[in-house]
């Protein structure tokens, strides 16, 4: 008897607990992961790029990235589940949906497929991290020397204090499950594009303002 009740009260637990966690992803969480990714920090070079390329070649290069981003995310979005589209079983990883539908070696490279894209995005982020506080910190010594100084700065602390920042990161048990990260990184992604549009928007008009001046 007693058994049977005990088992009961555990069923009863689980029951609270499957009810509670889907609650954790929503429409907002979902929009937030789609703002993050579409956007990203790529924003940031977008306005050189588009300027190098110009008028035409520019806005026609978008439009087939968009594209191509229309056309993975569909692809992810139908190999999210296998077997059923409605009650077939979830792949939650790139490695998953590869097993589910190919299997075999593919699996095995997606794998270091993606082991070897996450080490070159990770150099990458922690290069461009390191210059950016470069260049704050020689706007800084312009701004208190004067711009004759020569403003030397050496990128290696910031190299070594950003891996070490992601080493600590990576430590945290399911980091990417946490449900408010997507909204903290999607305001940070429409605010350094705010920024970026700010500043733009700031050159054209004292372009405008010098030209003006000059006429006069």
Not at 96 to 115: E, M, P, S, T, W
Not at 151 to 166: K, Q
Request: with cysteine; charged share 10%; hydrophobic share 45%.
């Amino acid at each position: 008897m007693s058994e049977s009740t005990g088992s009961r009260q555990y069923q009863h637990q689980v029951f609270d607990v499957s009810i509670n966690v889907p609650n954790q992803g929503t429409l907002w969480t979902a929009s937030a992961h789609i703002i993050t990714a579409v956007i990203g920090s790529g924003v940031l070079s977008l306005a050189w790029a588009v300027a190098q390329l110009g008028w035409i070649a520019g806005p026609t290069v978008m439009f087939l990235f968009s594209f191509v981003t229309y056309y993975t995310s569909t692809l992810l979005s139908t190999c999210y589940r296998s077997g059923d589209p409605d009650t077939g079983k979830r792949n939650y990883t790139y490695m998953d949906a590869v097993r589910a539908n190919l299997g075999g070696f593919k699996v095995k490279l997606c794998g270091a497929i993606q082991y070897v894209n996450l080490f070159g995005v990770a150099i990458g982020y922690t290069i461009a991290s390191s210059i950016s506080m470069m260049a704050v910190e020689r706007s800084n010594c312009f701004h208190s020397k004067g711009d004759n100084s020569p403003c030397r700065v050496s990128s290696n602390p910031y190299m070594i204090a950003f891996g070490v920042i992601e080493i600590i990161f990576s430590q945290i048990p399911d980091f990417d499950q946490i449900w408010w990260l997507s909204i903290v990184a999607a305001i940070m992604s429409f605010t350094y594009s705010t920024i970026g549009l700010g500043l733009g928007v700031a050159k054209v008009a004292g372009r405008e303002g010098s030209s003006s001046i000059s006429q006069l």
